[in-house]
């Protein structure tokens, strides 16, 4: 910890990780300015005594460049190779981030789980097991607590399981005890310089791996069987086909996808030494997360899925295929510069697909990809219209045993904040649907 002392830091972005960054160096005797790209009257400081930090914020809150610093704290959203942190680089300015920090100094073993989708889904699953079982486990990053102010609190035999994404990975030189590496397709082309970045930050997590660390990787993919080549501790395989039968039956979770995530779960919590019973009573209990194909409602005969983490077409791809039954599918939102031709043909070839609702900036594009194919459905593109709208018209076009899903294939910025409130919004839409019958 000496190393981050009486240092001068500029944190970048102040999100969920800023915030864990400016508290935890505050408490270390830091010295920090803050860098948003916000007007300081748009930024959420809570928990921050603003009286203590710099504050330098704005749209060019980076014109002055970022030289003269000991260490810059990214935020995740915030690109590794912006100009001005290559240029601070150059200067001997170290670059780190909140993730980076907690890394150097965690005293417990650390589980990693990263992949396009399903890296909350499966970082929750092992806690709860672990949990069960009754380890010392703490949950955190983007489903779970702050890194940071954990470290307090652990101990040598502690867990922290964390789900990790390319924008953490992109710049990491240490790697987790267990690494678990799900499906690899493609996201955030918007964000990283190429497919090829994007690859090479999610092999990070298991680059870095001392000789006694496990990387647990997914067999059926191409992509993911890649990562065994760079990882430098063991390698284990998993997938839904080599997973025993009994943790196939009697599941809250809905969709064959899942099967993929209990499956690197169920492995994990094998290597931790977990009794299989608590494994088995834990799988069997688990009822998904919010905004995961969560059931939300059942209106006349319809039952609604809230599935508005599907920000790519891989995760609507998966929900599509999670049902026999007839389907009304609610598409687009935000460009991130995402292929839909594989969405397009999996829409094609399942003929319990009557419906599609084709919203946001991403609903032209969809409607264009759509015409001339061998789709019969209804396609209804609405543009930008409430969710009140939307989900009145998936109601009115949806005959009763089928199914109305949520899962946008896109990102959310157009319309809504962020997918969560996407997704709220669809279930009070749907609530007020039952509620007005």
Not at 121 to 134: C, F, H, Q, R, V
Not at 168 to 193: F, G
Request: charged fraction near 30%; charge should be neutral; hydrophobic fraction near 40%.
């Amino acid at each position: 910890m000496e190393k981050y002392y009486h240092k001068k830091f500029a944190v970048l972005g102040l999100g969920i990780e800023g915030k864990d960054a400016i508290n935890f160096l505050l408490e270390n005797w830091g010295e920090v300015t803050l860098f948003d790209q916000k007007e300081e009257k748009d930024i959420d400081f809570g928990g921050i005594d603003k009286s203590k930090i710099k504050i330098v914020c704005g749209p060019k809150y980076l014109e002055n460049g970022l030289k003269g610093f000991d260490y810059i704290v990214r935020s995740p959203g915030i690109y590794r190779y912006l100009p001005e942190i290559v240029e601070a680089e150059k200067t001997g300015v170290k670059i780190t981030s909140a993730v980076k920090m907690f890394f150097d100094l965690c005293k417990g073993k650390i589980i990693g789980v990263t992949g396009t989708k399903g890296k909350g889904t499966t970082s929750t699953l092992i806690y709860n097991i672990l949990k069960a079982d009754g380890k010392d486990v703490y949950l955190a990053g983007n489903v779970g607590k702050p890194y940071l102010e954990l470290l307090s609190k652990l101990k040598k035999d502690s867990w922290v399981i964390l789900e990790m994404s390319s924008f953490q990975l992109i710049d990491m030189d240490k790697s987790p005890n267990i690494a678990v590496v799900l499906n690899i397709t493609e996201d955030h082309m918007d964000w990283h310089k190429d497919r090829e970045e994007y690859l090479n930050a999610k092999k990070n997590i298991v680059r870095y791996q001392q000789p006694k660390d496990t990387a647990l990787i997914n067999i059926e993919y191409e992509t993911s069987k890649s990562f065994a080549k760079v990882a430098t501790g063991k390698v284990d395989f998993f997938s839904k086909k080599l997973i025993e039968g009994k943790y196939k039956e009697n599941l809250l979770l809905r969709g064959e996808h899942n099967l993929e995530n209990i499956a690197a779960a169920v492995e994990v919590a094998k290597i931790v030494g977990v009794n299989e019973d608590v494994i088995l009573k834990t799988v069997r209990n688990f009822k998904g997360l919010e905004h995961r194909l969560e059931l939300v409602a059942e209106i006349d005969g319809v039952k609604y899925y809230n599935d508005s983490f599907a920000t790519g077409p891989q995760p609507t791809i998966a929900a599509i295929r999670s049902f026999t039954e007839d389907e009304t599918i609610i598409l687009g939102g935000s460009d991130k510069g995402l292929d839909y031709g594989e969405l397009r043909h999996e829409i094609e070839k399942k003929e319990n697909v009557k419906n599609l609702i084709l919203i946001g900036d991403v609903g032209q594009q969809l409607f264009d990809t759509f015409k001339g194919t061998t789709f019969k459905g209804q396609i209804i593109n609405l543009g930008f219209v409430s969710m009140t709208e939307i989900v009145k018209k998936s109601a009115e076009i949806t005959k009763s045993g089928g199914v109305v899903i949520l899962s946008p294939a896109a990102a959310s910025f157009d319309m809504f904040k962020n997918y969560k409130d996407r997704g709220n919004q669809f279930k009070e839409a749907v609530l007020n649907l039952s509620q007005n019958k």
